[in-house]
Structure formats: structure tokens, C-alpha cells
């Protein structure tokens, strides 16, 4: 590990802190909640960013499950294991702090994060930050960082409850909730010290492909809320088992038709990357204005 604490998985021959930095925007990944599907969201979008000729970077701030490293260290294996050629995005990963003092160890782990973020940033287009699941010091600091934040959110309302409380017989919204306050003090502070606000895209995940009364019943509550506090719906990824099957081989949905993967491609895999595709379209980058998207 070296010594300020930051592990990086690849490197960009020629990449050094005197290059000028690059006007890279910002991308976090966050939800509060585990089981939202962030690594999965965070490592789709990143190889979907690179395939459009970006030169993307990624940070995880996961510091438990690393879900997102160990996904690039597969992907990494499988290309060294069957020769395939896949794009691959530069990854820090910050470490957590040792120190028992609370304010030393913030510190610690912010100059940490600064660092790998401003090393990234000499040679990226996109940086993707795949938050903590929980509320945290790093957490906070990657949210006040972002110009877009995507936040994953399983269509129930046991996750809806994240952004905030509903009236169970109306639907009425009562108030945000935790997480949603905190997003909005992240926007103040960074308000207060840039002029390039936070986009907030809310995705409605592993949606069922059926009709269903709750869906109906979510997805109106969810309109109600992004109205009061100040956020875009996108959609989602389907609940699909190929997610969980691609994780081992470190492989995505736009690998799957690529020399060396020994998956079937099929029409579901096919509207799956649709799906992809349209979260793209959805998200309204500024830096992929006529860039062709043609996965």
C-alpha cells in the first residue's frame, strides 16, 4: 500500500500531478442502502462511457465490500486468461483511516480522497465515484464533489423510504428523509463553493417487467417527491440473473458479443442493454453531446 493510503488497480503510463487538470466531470453513485445495485450500475455505466471514447476513471469508497474493485479484478483476470481485449477504466481506491482521533482520521481520509481525485483527473473525462452504502465522512465528501448524482433505488417502498415518508393510504409525501437531507446539504456546500450544481438522477432498479399495483403506487410517489426536492427519474435495470452471473468473469452486457466471452447472447441480454442505453440518453451529459451511442 503506498504511503498516502491510495491503491490503485491500473495506471495511466505518463500520468503525474504536474499534468493540467481536466475539466472531468464528476459522477457519484450513492444510496444509503445496500443491495441497490451500485457496483453493478457504477461498473455498466463506466465500460458504457468508455465504449463512446471517454477516457474514464473510478474510485471506490466502499472500504468493506469493494464490490466494485473485486468486479475490475475479475475483469482484469479474465482478459489476462483469454486474451480478450477489454476497455478498462483507471481505479483508486481509497483506504480508510487508522487514527483513533476522529477529526485526525477525517482528515487523513480526505486528503486521501483529494489526492486520488486529482490524480484522476490529469488524464479523465469521467470520474465515477461508487459511494459507502451507509452515512459516512467519505460518503459525504464524494456527494459534495459530484455534478451528477445517481442514486440506484429497488422498486419498493422499503427502499423509497430512503428519500422520504409517504402518507400510506394517499401517498402523500410527508417529508424527506435522511438521505435526502443530506444530498441537500451537500448541494449547499457545494454551492457555496462552485458554480456547477449537483444533477440528482434518481433510477428505479430492478424493476419487474410486469404491471403491478405497487409499481403503479411507487412510481407516483416518486413523482410526487422529485417535484418537492429537486430530482430527475431515469430508468432503471431490470431484475435480471445474468447481472449476478457476469460478476465472476468481470464481464458487462456490452462485452458479451466480444471475442473471449463464453456467454450466449440472447434477446433478453439484447433489451437489457437497451436499457443501458436509455439510463445514457437519460442522463443528459453535457460531454457526450453527438457522441454516437451505439450499443
Known sequence: MPADGVAHLSRVPGAGLEAPARDARVIVIGNEKGGAGKSTVSIHLSVALLRTGKKVGVIDLDVRQRSLT???????????????????????????????????????????????????????????????????FLSRTAHRRADTLITPLNDS???????????????????????????????????????????????????????????????????????????????????????????????????????GSNVAFTMSHKAARQELRDLVIVLQLPELAGASIDF
Open 70 to 136: 473485486r468486479y475490475l479484478e475479475n475483469r482484469v483476470r479474465w482478459a489476462q486468461n483469454t486474451g480478450a481485449t477489454l476497455v478498462m477504466p483507471e481505479i483508486v481506491r481509497v483506504e480508510a483511516s487508522q487514527e483513533r482521533d476522529l477529526d485526525r482520521a477525517e482528515a487523513e481520509e480526505s486528503e486521501r480522497f483529494q489526492s486520488g481525485l486529482a490524480r484522476l483527473k490529469q488524464t479523465c473525462d469521467f470520474i465515477l465515484i461508487d459511494a459507502p452504502g451507509g452515512d459516512t
Open 157 to 259: 417502498f422499503v427502499d423509497f423510504d430512503l428519500l422520504g415518508d409517504v402518507n400510506p393510504q394517499t401517498l402523500e409525501v410527508l417529508r424527506p428523509s435522511f438521505y435526502s437531507e443530506m444530498v441537500w446539504d451537500c448541494r449547499k456546500k457545494k454551492a457555496q463553493t462552485s458554480r456547477r450544481p449537483i444533477d440528482w438522477v434518481v433510477m428505479r432498479n430492478r424493476m419487474s417487467p410486469l404491471a403491478a399495483r405497487n409499481k403503479e403506487r411507487v412510481g407516483g410517489a416518486l413523482e410526487n417527491l422529485s417535484k418537492r426536492i429537486g430530482f430527475r427519474l431515469a430508468p432503471g435495470l431490470s431484475e435480471r440473473v445474468i447481472y449476478r452471473e457476469l460478476f465472476p468473469a468481470g464481464l458487462t452486457l456490452l462485452d458479451l458479443t466480444e471475442a
